[in-house]
């Protein structure tokens, strides 16, 4: 029995891994192991393209860290959080720093937590057809929607923001999160998560290619034969008739931009991650050297994120080009050009979906109306409300479960 799993990303690398010991696995992977998950590395250290930290309830991910003999490299640290607002970086961590935040009067604070309370009890699936604008205006008011949601969904969804369904919202707010008084804490592998993707990808074969997929009596990937194929890629690179064919929903993706700067000085005094309400290309400053030790890396690692339409021009810009916009804006924010040591473009086309309306119908099934075709990742259920590494994890575990349930049961 041989099987090909189309991407190396967490996915694809996780069905690979469990289905190792049924049968011949072999990952199609054209670009790099581990996907958006993958890293860049400098003389003295690795950094994920794209920021990257866990959460405590992550627990696929945490299993995998612990089972890949990773698990004394984890380490929990509170992640302070900011929020600019016209110019000025505000932290709102603790409660006296929320309540001395000056953009949202008090009632609006006390609104705001009641939301929070409500929101853990409430059936999200109800909201589905709702959108985000309509769904907070409501029950929140325009007022606080423009002063807090509006720049907060903006960062996440680029010009998406308004597809973008209630329910989405309220799924998101109900999960809970890891706060001490003094902040949230978020968990990241000590030098990196480059290391976990160097584990996991033992006991298969990885072929650094581009998969062309064909049906034939069986499943034919770059002119070689396979009984079945699990397809871990976006969607839209799959291609119209074979999606249609696998009766697989369309999805809209968004995709991902992030400058990343090595830098002599910092922006914030101790601020990782700050979400900024100006309109610039970029809808937040991650600032990894104020999470994880400055000396692992001897500069500051900064990040300028932001998310866009596939279509977007700035998908196709020269990689100088868009630096030298994203610079220009980041100057705005107390970013030193003379300290810039060196700059990285990293984006994603396809990084991933838009919840928008409706998109709990949509969620892409593992078995397929093909037969011997599984399809799993971003767009799978584990990765709703918020696609991570944890959902991806369980994805790949769960299509593999299928495919053993199939073949070899
Ligand atoms: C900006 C950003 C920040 C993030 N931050 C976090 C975070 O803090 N915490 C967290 O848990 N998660 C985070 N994530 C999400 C996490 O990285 C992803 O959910 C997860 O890595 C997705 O894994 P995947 O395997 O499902 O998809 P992908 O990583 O997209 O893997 C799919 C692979 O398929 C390959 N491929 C495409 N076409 C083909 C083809 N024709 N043939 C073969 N291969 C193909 C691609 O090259 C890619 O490697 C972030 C993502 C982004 C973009």
């Not at 309830?57 to 959080?81: F, H, N, P, T, Y």
């Not at 809808?283 to 339409?309: K, Q």
């Amino acid at each position: 029995m041989k099987i090909a799993v189309i991407g190396g990303g967490l996915t694809g690398l996780t069905a690979a891994r469990e289905l190792r010991e049924f049968c011949k696995v072999t990952v199609f992977e054209p670009h790099w192991l581990g996907g958006l998950a993958s890293s860049y590395c400098r003389d003295n250290y690795c950094i994920e393209k794209f920021y990257h930290h866990c959460f405590r309830g992550d627990d696929e991910l945490l299993d995998l860290i612990k089972d890949l003999r990773l698990a004394s490299k984890l380490e929990w640290r509170i992640a302070r959080v900011g929020y600019e607002l016209n110019g000025e970086v505000y932290p709102l961590n603790t409660p006296v720093e929320i309540l001395r935040y000056p953009g949202m009067s008090f009632t609006d604070k006390l609104k705001l937590s009641l939301f929070t309370l409500r929101s853990r009890n409430k059936n999200y699936e109800k909201f589905d057809d709702i959108g985000v604008i309509e769904g907070i205006s409501k029950e929140l008011g325009e007022g606080l929607y423009k002063r807090f949601f509006y720049p907060l969904l903006r960062g996440k969804f680029g010009e998406n923001y308004g597809l973008v369904s209630y329910a989405w919202l309220l799924a998101r707010v109900a999960i809970r999160s890891n706060r001490t008084m003094k902040g949230e804490k978020l968990g990241y592998m000590r030098r990196g998560f480059h290391q976990l993707i160097e584990r996991i990808v033992e006991g298969f074969e990885i072929r650094n290619e581009r998969a062309k997929i064909q049906k034939g009596s069986r499943w034919i990937v770059n002119g070689e034969e396979y009984d079945a194929v699990i397809y871990t890629a976006p969607l839209p690179e799959l291609g119209e008739i074979i999606r249609t064919e696998a009766g697989v929903e369309d999805i809209r993706y968004q995709s991902s931009i992030c400058c990343l700067v090595g830098s002599e000085s910092t922006i914030t005094e101790d601020i990782y991650w700050t979400n900024l309400s100006s309109g610039v290309i970029f809808g937040a400053i991650i600032e990894h050297t104020h999470f994880m030790p400055f000396e692992d890396y001897g500069e500051h690692v900064i990040y300028f994120a932001g998310y866009t339409t596939p279509d977007s021009p700035l998908m196709i810009m020269g990689e100088d080009e868009i630096a030298k916009v994203i610079l220009k804006d980041a100057g705005k924010f107390g970013l030193k050009s003379e300290d810039v040591r060196w700059v990285k473009v990293f984006r994603a086309k396809y990084s991933g979906p838009i919840y928008e309306k409706g998109y709990l119908r949509k969620i892409t099934p593992y078995r397929t109306s093909l037969p011997g075709f599984y399809i799993a990742g971003m767009t799978s259920k584990p990765n709703y409300p918020e696609r991570s590494m944890n959902g991806s994890i369980a994805a790949g575990k769960e299509v593999a479960e299928c495919v053993i349930e199939d073949y070899f049961s």
